[in-house]
C-alpha cells in the first residue's frame, strides 16, 4: 500500500509544481512536457514485463528492486543540476514504477486467501482516493512551503524516508512468491512499441520549438511502420512460444477492442486536461501552487465519491448507459469551464471554478471505475491477465500521447500572442485563449469515446469479479489483478 500510495501521489503532485520547475530550473516548455510524458512512458513500456519478471524472479524480489530504485531516482529528481537531468530522472524513475506496481496487487492476492481479499481490496482503493486528493495538495503545500530554501525539490525528495521506509518493512515482512508456469519475457516487444511511440513524441513535443522541421513528419510517419512491424512480430511469437507482449487475438472480441480505444483515447483526454490545466492556472491566471491545488480538491472529491458510486449502485442497474452518461457529463463540464474561462476571464475566481471541475469529476468518475470490468467482460478467462496488462499499458501510453499533442493543441495557439505579448494581461489571455481551444479538443475526445461505448456490453458480465474469488493457475491470475 505505501508503494502504490507513493506512485499514485508521485503522478499528481509533480503536475501542480510544473510551473515552479520551469521558472526556477530555466526548463523549456517541451522539457516541461517530457517531465510527465517521460515518466508515463517508460512506465507504460514496462508495465507488462515488470509483471512477467516478478512471475519468473519472484515478486518480493521485484517489488524491493522497483522501490529501491523509485526512491533513488525521486532522490536523482530532487537533486538534478539541470532541466535534462530531471527528465532522465523522471525516465528511470517512471522504468522503477513498471517494476514495482504490477507487484503490488500480485503479493496481496499471494499472501491473503480468498475470503480476506475483499478488505484487501477496499483498502487498496480507500488508498487510491487518498492518493488523488491528497497529491496536487501536498504538491501545492510543498512548493508554497519552499523549505529550507529547495524551492519545488521537495515533492521528490518527500519520497526518501517512505521509500526507505517501504523497503526496511518490504524485506522484513512480505514473503516471496513466484508463478509456477510464467510466461516469457518478449524484449524485442517492448523495445519496438517503446521506439515507435519515441517516434511519434518526440517530434510532437520538439517540432514546436523547432519550427517542425521535415525529419520530424518523417519520423511520425516512421512511428506507424514501427507499430506495423510490431504486430507482424507480436503474431509470428505468438505462434512460436505463447508468450508475445501483446496478445492480438484479443482485438477479436468487439468489446476488448473498443474498450481499448475507449480507454487509449481516455488518458489522451487526461494527459491533454491536467497539464493545461495546471499551465493555465499558474501562468495564465498567475496563481499560486496552493492556490491552484486547492482548486483542484472539488474535482478529486467528486471523481471519487461517483467511483464508488458508480460501481456499487449504478452499473449493476443501468449497465453500459452509465459510462455512456460519464463521457457526456465530462464534456458537458469541460463545456461549461471553456464558456466560464471565456466569460470571466483573467478574473475568474476559483469557486467559479468548482462548478464545472464537480461536473467533470463525476463524469470522470462514472468512467474510470467500471470500465476495466466492461472491457474485460467477453474476454475469455485463460486471457484476463493479457488483457489487464495490455488495459494499463495502454492508458499510460494514451497519456503519454496527450502530453506530447500538448504542443499542438494549446502551444500552438499560446505561441504566436505570446511572443507579441508585453503585458502581463497579454500574456494571461494567450494562456486563456490556448486552454479554451485544448479544453475544445478534450470535449471532441469525450464525443468520440461516448460513441466508442455503444460497442461495450450492455450489461459487464460478472465472470471477471467471480474469476478472482476462484483458485487459478498463477500464471493467468496475478496479471489479472494488476488491471
Not at 500480485?106 to 483498502?123: N, Y
Not at 511519434?200 to 511520425?220: A, D
Request: aromatic share 10%; net charge positive.
Amino acid at each position: 500500500m505505501t508503494a502504490a500510495f507513493m506512485d499514485l501521489v508521485d503522478v499528481t503532485i509533480v503536475n501542480i509544481a510544473i510551473p515552479s520547475i520551469q521558472r526556477e530550473a530555466g526548463a523549456t516548455f517541451s522539457q516541461i512536457q517530457w517531465i510527465t510524458a517521460g515518466y508515463a512512458l517508460a512506465f507504460a513500456a514496462g508495465l507488462i514485463t515488470g509483471g512477467r519478471l516478478g512471475d519468473i524472479h519472484g515478486r518480493k524480489r521485484l517489488f524491493l528492486i522497483g522501490i529501491g530504485g523509485f526512491t533513488l531516482a525521486s532522490a536523482l529528481c530532487g537533486f538534478a543540476a539541470n532541466p535534462e537531468m530531471l527528465v532522465a530522472s523522471r525516465i528511470l524513475q517512471g522504468a522503477m514504477a513498471s517494476l514495482m506496481v504490477p507487484q503490488v496487487l500480485s503479493i496481496v492476492h499471494a499472501t491473503f486467501p480468498a475470503h480476506e481479499r475483499g478488505k484487501v481490496f477496499g483498502l487498496f482503493g480507500a488508498v487510491v482516493g487518498l492518493g488523488a486528493v491528497m497529491g496536487p495538495l501536498l504538491g501545492a503545500l510543498l512548493t508554497e512551503w519552499n523549505l529550507f530554501g529547495l524551492e519545488w525539490r521537495p515533492i521528490f525528495l518527500i519520497n526518501l524516508p517512505v521509500g526507505i521506509a517501504g523497503l526496511i518493512l518490504g524485506s522484513r515482512f512480505i514473503t516471496e512468491s513466484k508463478a509456477p508456469k510464467a510466461l516469457k519475457l518478449d524484449l524485442v516487444g517492448v523495445a519496438l512499441v517503446t521506439l515507435g511511440l519515441l517516434m511519434l513524441l518526440y517530434p510532437l513535443t520538439r517540432g514546436r520549438e523547432l519550427g517542425w522541421p521535415l525529419w520530424g513528419y518523417v519520423s511520425m510517419a516512421g512511428a506507424f511502420v514501427v507499430l506495423a512491424a510490431l504486430v507482424a512480430y507480436e503474431r509470428r511469437k505468438a505462434a512460436r512460444d505463447g508468450s508475445p507482449l501483446i496478445e492480438l487475438s484479443l482485438f477479436k472480441v468487439k468489446s476488448f477492442a473498443a474498450g481499448i480505444a475507449v480507454q487509449t483515447v481516455f488518458g489522451v483526454a487526461l494527459g491533454i486536461f491536467f497539464l493545461v490545466w495546471t499551465l493555465y492556472m499558474q501562468f495564465g491566471l498567475g496563481w499560486t501552487p496552493l492556490k491552484a491545488g486547492l482548486t483542484g480538491i472539488p474535482f478529486s472529491i467528486a471523481v471519487s465519491t461517483a467511483a464508488g458510486m458508480s460501481v456499487q449502485k449504478l452499473v449493476p442497474r443501468f449497465g453500459r448507459k452509465v459510462l455512456q452518461a460519464g463521457a457526456l457529463v465530462m464534456a458537458i463540464g469541460v463545456l461549461l469551464y471553456i464558456w466560464e474561462s471565456s466569460r470571466y476571464g483573467l478574473s475568474i475566481a476559483p469557486w467559479q471554478m468548482a462548478l464545472p471541475l464537480v461536473v467533470m469529476g463525476v463524469g470522470m468518475g462514472l468512467i474510470v471505475a467500471p470500465l476495466t470490468d466492461a472491457i474485460l467482460s467477453d474476454v475469455p478467462r485463460e486471457h484476463a491477465g493479457s488483457a489487464s496488462g495490455l488495459i494499463n499499458t495502454v492508458q499510460q501510453m494514451g497519456n503519454a500521447l496527450g502530453l506530447g499533442l500538448v504542443s499542438v493543441v494549446f502551444f500552438g495557439v499560446v505561441d504566436d500572442r505570446l511572443t507579441a505579448a508585453t503585458e502581463r494581461t497579454a500574456a494571461g489571455m494567450a494562456f486563456a485563449d490556448g486552454f479554451q481551444n485544448a479544453l475544445g479538443w478534450v470535449a471532441a475526445v469525450m464525443a468520440v469515446i461516448f460513441l466508442l461505448m455503444f460497442a461495450l456490453p450492455k450489461r459487464p458480465a460478472q465472470h471477471v469479479e467471480v474469476a478472482a474469488e476462484e483458485p487459478s493457475p498463477a500464471s493467468e491470475k496475478e496479471p489479472a489483478l494488476v488491471g
